[in-house]
């Protein structure tokens, strides 16, 4: 059954599966199980040990293959399988007319990313890209303390140790991907530049990455990240011509300094946090944009236009910069 087949009245029950039922898919899975309006049809994974784990603490169905949970009806998908099956796995709902939500990053390459945003278009059905840093509610403050503010800098800080499993992506991939979302989604404008310094201090792939950026509109960013810190941190400064902003991403403490005066005081407050769990309403927004045909908050051209910032910062450097460092690694994205 297509989500043609089903008429996307509001009343009704919008049918959702899930497809991995790993750390994300889990997740994914324990959230929508909870929303109003929404029937968990299943969850697919081929790892019985997962499905089971699913099935006992959701209490959902789940299934070994993608066409079992196809024919069990639904209109909508999370897909939260290893990144490099994002393609595959996308291309086939969209082509059944399943509307997708997609776990960050969109897929492994900047053209597998681009094929799935074309797939969606022809075929009319919502992609959404799971960017869920957004829905933090630190994050969504952030964002309204510096509306309409003209901004300079953003500083984001995003460490902590390694993770229990490696996967096959270091951590420009793996982590700094959210932060390139947020400077491109805080300053509603593209990176231009891209400046990185990148280190692989214990793992194959690069553990360690300081990346400098300048967007179209001037402001000049950086992202601190690495698998190297004892412990997890997750800030976020941003400087504009009429305040300081400083957030917390994990306690969700965010302040403001304001009203700089010519002898250096200025005012200081505390912002208004919610409390929604981010996945929650990430999963809201995204459930939202299929009933009521809607653009939905992060779309597939948000999510290739991240990954491919991404993927320049670790392109190799042109061999006259990497053999003498002085001469800078500016790189200036297409
Ligand atoms: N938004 C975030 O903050 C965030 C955090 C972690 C991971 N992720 C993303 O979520 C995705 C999954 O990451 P994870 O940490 O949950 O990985 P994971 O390894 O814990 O889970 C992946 C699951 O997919 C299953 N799987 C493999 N092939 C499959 C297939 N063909 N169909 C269905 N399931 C299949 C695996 O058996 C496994 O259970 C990745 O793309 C990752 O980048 C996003």
Not at 81 to 87: E, I, R, S
Request: aromatic residues 4%; negative net charge; proline residues 6%.
């Amino acid at each position: 059954m297509t989500s043609r087949e089903f008429d996307l009245g509001k009343e009704r029950l919008l049918r959702v599966g899930v497809i991995g039922a790993g750390v994300m898919g889990f997740n994914h899975g324990r959230v929508l199980a909870g929303l109003p309006g929404i029937e968990l049809v299943g969850i697919v994974d081929p790892l019985l040990d997962h499905r089971d784990h699913a099935a006992n603490v959701i209490g959902c169905p789940t299934f070994a293959r993608l066409d079992e949970l196809c024919a069990a009806g639904v209109e909508a998908v999370t897909i939260a399988a290893p990144t490099h099956l994002h393609h595959e796995i996308a291309l086939d709902c969209i082509a059944r007319g399943i509307h997708v939500l997609v776990e960050k990053p969109v897929a492994s390459t900047v053209q597998q990313g681009r094929e799935i945003v074309a797939a969606a278009h022809r075929a009319n059905v919502t992609l959404m890209v799971g960017h869920v840093e957004r829905f933090n509610p630190a994050v969504v403050a952030i964002k309204k303390a510096i509306a309409g503010e003209d901004i300079l800098s953003i500083g984001i800080t995003r460490v902590g140790p390694f993770p229990p499993r490696m996967s096959n992506v270091g951590v420009v991939i793996d982590l700094a991907v959210h932060d390139i979302d947020l400077i491109r989604w805080f300053t509603d404008s593209d990176i231009v530049q891209v400046q990185p310094q990148l280190s692989s201090a214990v793992a194959e792939r690069e553990d360690i990455a300081l990346l400098q950026f300048r967007t179209a509109s001037g402001v000049l960013a950086h992202i601190n990240t690495n698998w190297l810190t004892p412990f997890k941190a997750r800030n976020v400064t941003i400087a504009t011509r009429g305040k300081y902003v400083q957030g917390d991403l994990l306690t969700r403490q965010v302040t403001e300094c304001f009203g700089f005066q010519p002898d250096g005081s200025y005012s200081m407050r505390h912002l208004p946090v919610g409390h929604d769990e981010p996945l929650r309403a990430e999963l809201i927004a995204f459930t939202d944009a299929v009933r009521n045909r809607k653009v939905p908050p992060v779309t597939g051209e948000e999510g290739v236009a991240s990954l491919e910032i991404a993927i320049k910062c670790l392109e190799p450097l042109p061999a006259d910069q990497s053999a003498d460092p002085r001469k800078g690694t500016l790189r200036v994205a297409s």
